[in-house]
């Protein structure tokens, strides 16, 4: 912990959970089957933004979290206080003690944060004692959904910036100060440049950029002297924001300071525009900037951008080089959650033996996968071709891939592939991380480089076509096998007497 | 701090900002006008959701942050490494030094937390220096705006839920760990009854609630085992998960253990469905329960509510009398942010005398309003009628309110009313908060108080109607003179000369 009371990005304490998860701790230890071994899956069913790919992210958050999992004495204290319908103690005291003495013993498989990943296969696999893989489940969900859902976020918005610098702005309007830290590790994940956010530079390295507000300008009588004390102050971080009163105007005038700066062997960054017709005003700043010598001076816009808004400044013409993404970057905007689920997937029943298992829905495609699961990702040279989820206990050595069938049961026709990688690789052995960590900026290249190895079909902003992730031939067979039996089941319940 | 490693809801530290915060304190150092004495107020423009109110919210906690403001020498460390484009520091030595000196002088009004507020209105009016009234800017933003959406949706879920109890449940989906934190604050006090987030329950004392999952069920052999064994484990605590196979299914298992609960002189609390076609499932769970003589127990409804689909529900004829609402009342579903912002509007010249100021827009409605702002509530009865915002250093003795005008320069036609309040009181000065603390409990009271006071016509969903926000008229005339000088200021700039 550091010397300013902060705890870093994440809070580590172990009640980050929902009660639930705890009461079903308790009916599990209750039933003498709170250490049978079951292994759950963490996955979401739809790509974010109508996009055709996701960015995992906050895996190594997640992991923090879990390597840091330890109830404390007021942790129990707290939980001795909850009460039931009678007024009773909701828990009780030898249960306290056992969760006082618990030592997380989970094992973990997860995608190297910044894969590139798709709806349905697993981010993580979690495997170990059943209360505990219970437990966990809620803390695993906040952080990698979040972080997930702002890395492709802000891959789409680097994508519709073409290679241009995207800095991510939006602390202010962020949900939450850790919505905000965690947004800005996220966002950088996905490919932004830079933040606002202090804070983030200084607990993640991310490079932080910034420079005056309008009130700024407000401060003093005029905007020229406004721009000249600026100047004056920082001569090495000059972006001047020109619209406090006219555009055109401040532009003007960081022309004057850009002049003044140019004498005294100085280079005026260049100038921001934060309201208006953005297209318009940065084609006219853009004329004004290069008559007057100052060709390389960037023009950077910010308000209300997205991707959607990228595009279209950039079909309008916009001669703008630096983009500032705020409120829609760090809030999702359109969409403000990622729905990523974390399924039981087999269980460990009163004989010792693993017994896959599902959960049915009447939307077929919400009806989870069972098994232990692996996915293969096969490549046509540098580029991404297909996905396929496998149980390692059920296809060893691994079958023909060219028989593996769509998760609604068609045949998938794939073309050759020349190799493929497996997505999950062990992180955690019995509550102990494994190996080492990368670092955020390799975390970041790693997304960069997967996303320029998706079909471009899939990089659009909207896409259609869901990416083929494929079920291997067997677990597909154990996965229709489990529906029958579900179904038997439920169906000799349903007509059985309901008399009193 | 707590013995977890837990720095409680919100982190503490200074550096929770953005970059050009810290880079006008450094300009404004150098040209020695930080500590000029300026007033800062922040304000939303448009109440969220597009219903007629919000729930002010956070008020509590960005003072707490205020309060611990404390600039360390790992942060000073930190902003000793930036660097401008010439690769030299962004900061000297001698402003390091000072803000590692700097302890915060602030003074803070602001409305009570759980007040119904409206667009345009100061929730916070901050004074004091220049170079710390920016600094705190964006930390102020990110806890208010984050927490008065958050209260806000949670009113108007109440609201749709007409009386009956809502539960928030969204820790899962949240935007980032403090994203979950913060928003079960906020929605407690929006209205919310109690939440999953255990650690909000330790943290804030708010209820929490919870019993059992799918995995639950699907970790038995079949679902009447696993409801048989939940029954033993918590027979006070009885909510079951009805639909993990089949839902009518579901109900009659739960009416057997309900039975068994019943001869052990125990009480099933009710049912909880999570998915399909919730007005037609609750109907036949609610006949179905009845039947069997629990006309008592509840149904609890989860998946994807907010207040739009809680009303279509009751309007089908729901037999639903709990709400379990997440991710859209967690994240503000389709409406991600508030949008609130901090305006300067005076600031003292180099005379020592205080001017006030404004930011003009093109669009008239965004330009801010100048001078050191109280905001006075008006009500029939004990209904609130309208707000006026004036300055109390042109307003007193107060003008009568007959003679206020819009924020767009029309009359005003208010009825007689009978009394009035102050809504922003002193609750910091000189960096040291004054008074007793409201609990979270009494904010929420606050809260559900005033929207009850609300005419109907701004608690429903849906209010195409703004509220009668008002300026009193010398600052109307303030206002006017203001715009006219920047007009001809910004105007005499675009004629002159940009010649080199």
Redesign the interface.
């Known amino acids: 912990?550091?010397?300013?009371?902060?705890?870093g990005p994440?809070?580590?304490?172990?009640?980050?959970?929902?009660?639930?998860?705890?009461?079903?701790g308790?009916?599990?230890?209750?039933?003498a089957?709170h250490n049978?071994r079951?292994v759950?899956h963490l996955f979401f069913r739809k790509t974010p933004f109508g996009g055709g790919f996701a960015v995992a992210a906050g895996i190594g958050p997640a992991l923090d979290w879990l390597a840091?999992f330890?109830v404390?004495?007021?942790?129990i204290a707290?939980?001795a206080t909850?009460?039931?319908?009678?007024g009773?103690p909701?828990f009780d005291q030898p249960f306290l003690n056992a969760i006082g003495d618990m030592r997380l013993e989970v094992d973990v498989d997860a995608v190297d944060e910044g894969s590139v990943v798709f709806a349905h296969e697993p981010l993580m696999r979690i495997s170990g004692p059943?209360w505990q893989c219970?437990w966990i489940?809620?803390?695993l969900?906040?952080?990698v959904?979040?972080q997930t859902l702002i890395a492709t976020k802000a891959a789409r918005i680097c994508h519709a910036a073409g290679g241009e610098d995207v800095l991510e702005?939006g602390?202010?309007?962020?949900?939450?100060?850790?919505?905000?830290?965690?947004?800005s590790r996220a966002a950088y994940i996905g490919g932004c440049a830079a933040t606002?956010?202090?804070?983030a530079?200084?607990l993640y390295g991310i490079p932080?950029?910034?420079?005056?507000?309008?009130?700024?300008v407000?401060?003093f009588d005029?905007?020229?002297e406004a721009f000249e004390?600026?100047a004056?102050?920082?001569?090495?971080?000059c972006v001047f924001l020109v619209d406090?009163?006219?555009t055109?105007?401040g532009v003007?005038?960081a022309?004057?300071i850009g002049?003044k700066l140019e004498k005294l062997g100085?280079?005026m960054?260049g100038v921001r525009l934060d309201?208006?017709d953005l297209a318009a005003l940065s084609i006219q700043a853009r004329q004004?900037l290069d008559a007057?010598?100052f060709q390389d001076a960037r023009i950077v816009a910010s308000n209300d951008l997205d991707e959607y808004r990228i595009q279209t400044l950039k079909h309008e013409g916009a001669k703008i080089s630096l983009w500032g993404v705020g409120?829609r970057l760090v809030?999702?905007?359109d969409q403000?959650?990622?729905?990523?689920v974390y399924?039981?997937a087999s269980?460990e029943d009163g004989q010792g033996k693993m017994q896959p298992?599902?959960?049915?829905?009447?939307d077929a495609v919400k009806t989870s996968t069972p098994g232990v699961q692996q996915v293969r990702r096969y490549f046509h040279g540098d580029q991404i071709s297909h996905d396929v989820i496998y149980d390692p206990s059920l296809a060893i050595p691994f079958v023909n891939d060219a028989c593996c069938v769509t998760l609604m049961g068609s045949s998938s026709d794939q073309s050759p592939t020349d190799h493929h990688v497996e997505l999950l690789s062990p992180v955690m052995r019995n509550g102990t991380r494994l190996g080492n960590q990368p670092s955020l900026i390799q975390v970041r290249q790693a997304a960069i480089d997967q996303v320029g190895k998706l079909p471009v079909t899939f990089r659009q902003l909207s896409c259609d076509r869901a990416f083929d992730v494929l079920l291997e031939p067997q677990l597909w067979q154990l996965k229709q096998s489990l529906i029958e039996e579900?179904k038997a089941?439920?169906t000799s319940?349903?007509h059985?007497p309901?008399t009193?």
């Open positions: 912990m550091d010397d300013d009371g902060l705890a994440t809070p580590t304490g172990a009640l980050l959970t929902d009660l639930y998860q705890l009461t079903m308790y009916g599990y230890w209750k039933s089957r049978r079951s759950f840091n330890q404390t004495s007021s942790d707290y939980l909850l009460s039931g319908n009678d009773k909701l059943l219970q489940e809620t803390a969900l906040a952080i959904n979040f702005f602390l202010r309007r962020a949900q939450g100060v850790d919505g905000g830290l965690s947004a606002s956010n202090v804070l530079g200084k932080v950029r910034g420079t005056h507000a309008h009130s700024w407000m401060s005029t905007e020229l004390h600026y004056a102050a920082m001569p090495n971080n406090t009163y006219n055109i105007v003007h005038n022309i004057k002049r100085r280079r960054v309201s208006g004004l007057s010598g409120t809030t999702g905007g403000g959650a990622l729905g990523g399924k039981l269980i298992c599902i959960k049915l829905s009447q579900a089941d439920s319940v349903i059985g309901a009193r």
